[in-house]
C-alpha cells in the first residue's frame, strides 16, 4: 500500500526542490542589490523573453520622454541649438575651403539649419524621434547581444545561448532607465543637454581627441552597466571565473569604441558614433 502511494506522489525536480523562479520584480531588484545571487537563480531556469523585452521597452519610453522634457527647456534648447550650429558650422568652413561649396551657400543652409534645429518639438518629429529610438535600441542590441554571446561561447568556452545572452545584456538596461533619469536632473540644473553623465561631458571636453574619448568613458553608470553586464553572462554561461568575464566585456566595449573612435577620425560623419 506504502509502495503504491509513493509510486503516486509526483516528484518534484531539484531545481523546483531548492527554489521557486524569481518573478520579475525581483530580478530587477537583484540587479541592483545582488546581481551575481539574482543571475545565478536565474540560470537555473530557461531563459524568459520578458527578462530582456520588458527593460527595453521601458528604456525606449524613458529615452523618448526625458529627451522631450529636456527640450521643452528653452535654455537647454537654445545650448544644443548653440552647440550644433557650431558643429555644422565647422563642417561648412571645411567644405568651402575644399571649394565644395561658396560662403553664400553655406549662409543660407546655416540659416535653415538654425531653424530647424530651434523649433519646439512638434507631434511628427516626435513621432519620428520615437520610431528611430525604436529601430536604433532594438538593432542595437541584437547585434550587441550576439557579439558578446560570440565571445562567450567561442573564446571562454561558456555554456548557454543565444537568448540567455539576450537576458544577460537586457535585464542590466535598468541601470540605464535611472542614468537617463539623473540625466534629466543634472540638465535642469545646469541647463544644459546631455546624453551621458561621463566625465568628459561635464568638462566638455573635445571627443574628437584621445584625451576627450578616454574621459568619456569615465562614466559611473555606464561602468556600473557593462560590470552587471559582466556578471550576468559569467552566471548565465555558468563559468565560476566572473574575471574573465568583466575582462572580456570590458575589452570588447573598449574596443570597439576605439575602432568606432580612429573611424569617425578618417570619415567625419561617422564621428558621431564616438558617443557610444
Known amino acids: 500500500m506504502e509502495e503504491m502511494q509513493n509510486q503516486e506522489t509526483p516528484k518534484m525536480s531539484s531545481v523546483e526542490a531548492e527554489e521557486f523562479e524569481m518573478s520579475h520584480t525581483d530580478k530587477l531588484v537583484g540587479v541592483f542589490a545582488e546581481p551575481g545571487k539574482t543571475f545565478s537563480k536565474m540560470s537555473k531556469f530557461?531563459?524568459?523573453?520578458?527578462?530582456?523585452?520588458?527593460?527595453?521597452?521601458?528604456?525606449?519610453?524613458?529615452?523618448?520622454?526625458?529627451?522631450?522634457?529636456?527640450?521643452?527647456n528653452p535654455t537647454i534648447r537654445m545650448s544644443v541649438t548653440e552647440k550644433t550650429m557650431k558643429q555644422v558650422e565647422k563642417q561648412f568652413n571645411d567644405a568651402i575651403a575644399k571649394g565644395q561649396m561658396t560662403q553664400e551657400q553655406a549662409n543660407q543652409q546655416l540659416?535653415?539649419?538654425?531653424?530647424?534645429?530651434?523649433?519646439?518639438?512638434?507631434?511628427?518629429?516626435?513621432?519620428?524621434?520615437?520610431?528611430?529610438?525604436?529601430?536604433?535600441?532594438?538593432i542595437v542590441f541584437f547585434i550587441v547581444s550576439g557579439v558578446f554571446f560570440l565571445f562567450a561561447k567561442?573564446?571562454?568556452?561558456?555554456?548557454?545561448?543565444?537568448?540567455?545572452?539576450?537576458?544577460?545584456?537586457?535585464?542590466?538596461?535598468?541601470?540605464v532607465v535611472i542614468q537617463l533619469i539623473v540625466m534629466v536632473?543634472?540638465?535642469?540644473?545646469?541647463?544644459?543637454f546631455l546624453s551621458e553623465t561621463s566625465i568628459g561631458t561635464f568638462i566638455d571636453s573635445d571627443k574628437t581627441t584621445i584625451a576627450g574619448?578616454?574621459?568619456?568613458?569615465?562614466?559611473?553608470?555606464?561602468?556600473?552597466?557593462?560590470?552587471?553586464?559582466?556578471?550576468?553572462?559569467?552566471?548565465m554561461f555558468k563559468s565560476n571565473n566572473t574575471v574573465k568575464y568583466v575582462t572580456t566585456i570590458f575589452g570588447i566595449w573598449i574596443g570597439f569604441s576605439?575602432?568606432?573612435?580612429?573611424?569617425?577620425?578618417?570619415?567625419?560623419?561617422?564621428s558621431w558614433f564616438t558617443a557610444m
Do not use: C
Open 213 to 235: 574619448f578616454l574621459l568619456s568613458k569615465l562614466d559611473v553608470f555606464t561602468i556600473w552597466f557593462y560590470a552587471v553586464v559582466a556578471i550576468g553572462f559569467a552566471k
Open 154 to 175: 567561442s573564446a571562454l568556452k561558456g555554456e548557454g545561448t543565444y537568448k540567455e545572452a539576450m537576458v544577460s545584456y537586457g535585464l542590466p538596461h535598468y541601470i
Open 46 to 72: 530557461p531563459p524568459k523573453t520578458a527578462d530582456w523585452i520588458i527593460p527595453l521597452v521601458i528604456i525606449m519610453i524613458v529615452a523618448l520622454l526625458s529627451n522631450i522634457v529636456m527640450m521643452s
Open 185 to 192: 536632473i543634472i540638465a535642469f540644473v545646469t541647463n544644459k
Open 258 to 270: 576605439l575602432i568606432l573612435f580612429f573611424l569617425g577620425k578618417a570619415v567625419p560623419i561617422l
Open 111 to 138: 540659416e535653415s539649419v538654425r531653424d530647424r534645429v530651434s523649433q519646439s518639438p512638434t507631434v511628427a518629429s516626435i513621432a519620428l524621434q520615437a520610431i528611430g529610438i525604436v529601430f536604433v535600441t532594438f
